[in-house]
């Protein structure tokens, strides 16, 4: 089996894939001051009860897979691998890393290290021009060329980072659930609120994706073409009011760690 752990700034997902199907799949918080011999009690409890996994924590896995938006926990993973996972190959997304995708970027090493997996899975599923939509604490778009290369994208603020300030900053507003209201002319302030949010964000998606397109395009090209991916554990709030969203790949990022583990895993033979 292989682990993989995509750690973003406000949750962490892990995911175990047996060959190419992700077989089991968990969302805890991101927490930069959890130790690494926490995190190992945190991993084992959530593993140690899978059927396809021993008791003991690294019985079953055969690689591990990991990137980080959160230098501090990155660091922490490492030596949860080293000290629990000693025998068993990990990878780390970090520069030298081989994934396969050319980053056409002014400096490569200031990009996200999951915009770059998230890249690496949409060449691979669905090849390029592609753009991929990802809805986490940061709302961003990141653009695939036709040859299969990151060029570049767009960083907005993410959804609950939006209601959070909205209910600090307004007086009269207070915080809400995440939740699809039940008209777009809201018959209450949450309501308001709520579709504020969300239809608020679809038309933020729709806008910034259809000026990507016709720029992936180019003059010659159709923005149609561009295949649109969306990704995150906030995607289902916006996917039914978007018009331009092609696909939803809740585990894209992981399925990136997995082929990025698969480029790099020759280099423990």
Request: charge should be negative.
């Amino acid at each position: 089996m292989l682990l993989t752990i995509d750690v973003g700034n406000t949750h962490t997902v892990l995911g175990l894939f047996d060959g190419e199907e992700i077989v089991e799949h968990w969302r805890i918080s991101t927490d930069p001051r959890r130790t690494a011999d926490e995190m190992a009690v945190l991993m084992q409890g959530l593993m140690g009860t899978h059927p396809m996994l021993g008791s003991e924590l690294g019985d079953g896995i055969h690689g591990i897979a990991i990137c980080s938006t959160v230098p501090s926990v990155l660091h922490e993973l490492r030596e949860v691998t080293r000290r629990y996972y000693g025998d068993v190959p990990a990878v780390l997304v970090e520069p030298g890393i081989k994934t396969g995708v050319p980053i056409l970027m002014d400096n490569p090493k200031e990009v996200g290290a999951d915009r770059i997996i998230n890249a690496v899975a949409a060449v691979e599923l669905y090849g390029g021009p592609a753009i991929v939509v990802d809805f986490g604490t940061a709302t961003t778009f990141d653009a695939v060329s036709a040859r299969g290369e990151y060029v570049g994208g767009v960083i907005a603020p993410g959804i609950e980072i939006s209601m959070e300030a909205l209910g600090v900053r307004g007086a009269q507003l207070r915080k809400i659930e995440l939740a699809r209201p039940r008209h777009v002319i809201g018959k209450s302030t949450v309501e308001a609120m709520q579709s504020g949010v969300v239809y608020g964000f679809a038309g933020q998606v729709d806008g910034v994706v259809t000026r990507m397109a016709r720029e992936l395009a180019g003059p010659h090209g159709d923005p149609d073409d561009v295949r649109v991916i969306a990704t995150g554990g906030l995607a289902p709030m916006v996917l039914g009011e978007s018009s331009v969203i092609d696909d939803h790949q809740p585990w894209l990022t992981l399925v990136g760690l997995r082929l990025v583990y698969e480029r790099n895993a020759p280099n423990f033979g």
